[in-house]
Every structure is written in structure tokens, then in C-alpha cells.
């Protein structure tokens, strides 16, 4: 698995980003978004349990990423058609903010390491990535258990900071001085 320091891998990947088929997708590549950092998060599969809680609650936190100039993206090996579907029967991922990856062929899973060698599917990884392209951060869960945006929240603003930060800080906090 790809991880801190290492540069995030190039990809091109259709987008689910809109209900309206006729502007419902478009091409995401790891050149989008330039200058701003990356919150990109992979869920194992549509159409499942927790997948959307994960997915809902960082559609909900999406206005405070976008404030510290972050974009989030979310992904898994779903296509753009069963992603629209989704989103389309699912009443909390209707107005999702942030583009839903179709990795059908694996490629940007295998690259990153994070494709569950059984299921074939995303494992619930999490990677912060600065505007240069280098992964700053990487959290993996197992399939059954989601993850916590507030806390990718806090790392994104921990890593900003350019600072060292201690267990639990928060925005705004002092920082450690050495």
C-alpha cells in the first residue's frame, strides 16, 4: 500500500457528479483540482450498509473541507451508472457535493494497495493529499467498520498548520513548541 511521502498515483476515472444524465458524469484525473489538497476516500460497494453513512456524513462536512482548500472524492470499483443509481435511490447521497470515482478496472485500487485480495473490493481507505500530489496521511479500515470524517477533518487541519500537534487538537489550539 501506497503511504506518507509517496506521491499519490496518476489516474483518469469517469466521475458520477450530477442526477441529471445529462451532466452526470465527467473525467477525473489526478491533475483536477490543481492547487488544493485531496481528500479522497474509497468505500468497498454501492448499494450497501455503512458504505453510505460514511459517504453522507463527508457530503456533510464537504463546506469545511472546501474552506481549507480541500476537495473531497469519493470512489470504489462501482461504475459511474451503478454510483448514479445510487445516488439516485438513495435520499441521503441525492445532493452529494464531491465527485463519486468509478474505479471499475481496479487500476487506481491496485496502484494505491488498497483492493481486498478476497471481496475484489476498495477497503475503507482514507488518504489526505497535498497540492504537490504527496500523500500526507493514510488510514485503512476494515470492511466492516466506517470511518470518521471529523477526524480526517482535524488531521487535514493538523497537517496545514505546518505545526506539531498533540493527541486530540483542534483548529485554533496551541500547538506543541519545542
Request: some cysteine; proline content about 6%; charged content about 20%.
Given at each position: 500500500?501506497l503511504?506518507?511521502?509517496?506521491?499519490?498515483?496518476?489516474?483518469?476515472?469517469t466521475?458520477?457528479v450530477d442526477?441529471?444524465m445529462h451532466?452526470a458524469?465527467?473525467?477525473?484525473?489526478n491533475?483536477?483540482?490543481?492547487?488544493?489538497?485531496?481528500?479522497?476516500?474509497?468505500?468497498?460497494?454501492?448499494?450497501t450498509f455503512?458504505?453510505?453513512?460514511?459517504?453522507?456524513a463527508f457530503?456533510?462536512m464537504?463546506?469545511?473541507f472546501?474552506?481549507?482548500?480541500?476537495?473531497?472524492?469519493?470512489?470504489s470499483t462501482?461504475?459511474?451508472?451503478?454510483h448514479?443509481a445510487?445516488?439516485?435511490?438513495h435520499?441521503?447521497?441525492?445532493?452529494?457535493?464531491?465527485?463519486?470515482l468509478?474505479?471499475?478496472?481496479?487500476?487506481l485500487?491496485?496502484?494505491?494497495?488498497?483492493?481486498?485480495?478476497?471481496?475484489?473490493?476498495?477497503l475503507?481507505?482514507?488518504?489526505?493529499?497535498?497540492?504537490?500530489g504527496?500523500?500526507?496521511?493514510?488510514?485503512?479500515?476494515?470492511?466492516?467498520v466506517?470511518?470518521?470524517p471529523?477526524?480526517?477533518?482535524r488531521?487535514?487541519?493538523?497537517?496545514?498548520?505546518?505545526?506539531?500537534?498533540p493527541?486530540?487538537?483542534?483548529k485554533g489550539?496551541?500547538?506543541?513548541k519545542?
Amino acid at each position: 500500500m501506497l503511504t506518507v511521502g509517496e506521491k499519490f498515483p496518476a489516474f483518469s476515472l469517469t466521475a458520477t457528479v450530477d442526477l441529471d444524465m445529462h451532466k452526470a458524469f465527467q473525467t477525473v484525473t489526478n491533475e483536477s483540482y490543481a492547487g488544493k489538497w485531496k481528500i479522497y476516500f474509497f468505500w468497498p460497494k454501492d448499494f450497501t450498509f455503512v458504505c453510505p453513512t460514511e459517504i453522507e456524513a463527508f457530503g456533510a462536512m464537504n463546506k469545511q473541507f472546501a474552506e481549507r482548500g480541500a476537495q473531497v472524492l469519493g470512489g470504489s470499483t462501482d461504475s459511474e451508472f451503478v454510483h448514479h443509481a445510487w445516488r439516485t435511490h438513495h435520499p441521503g447521497l441525492k445532493n452529494l457535493p464531491f465527485p463519486m470515482l468509478a474505479d471499475v478496472k481496479h487500476d487506481l485500487s491496485k496502484a494505491l494497495g488498497i483492493l481486498h485480495p478476497e471481496a475484489g473490493v476498495c477497503l475503507r481507505a482514507t488518504f489526505i493529499v497535498d497540492p504537490e500530489g504527496v500523500i500526507r496521511h493514510v488510514s485503512v479500515n476494515d470492511l466492516s467498520v466506517g470511518r470518521n470524517p471529523e477526524e480526517i477533518l482535524r488531521l487535514l487541519d493538523g497537517l496545514q498548520s505546518g505545526e506539531l500537534v498533540p493527541c486530540n487538537w483542534h483548529k485554533g489550539e496551541a500547538t506543541l513548541k519545542v
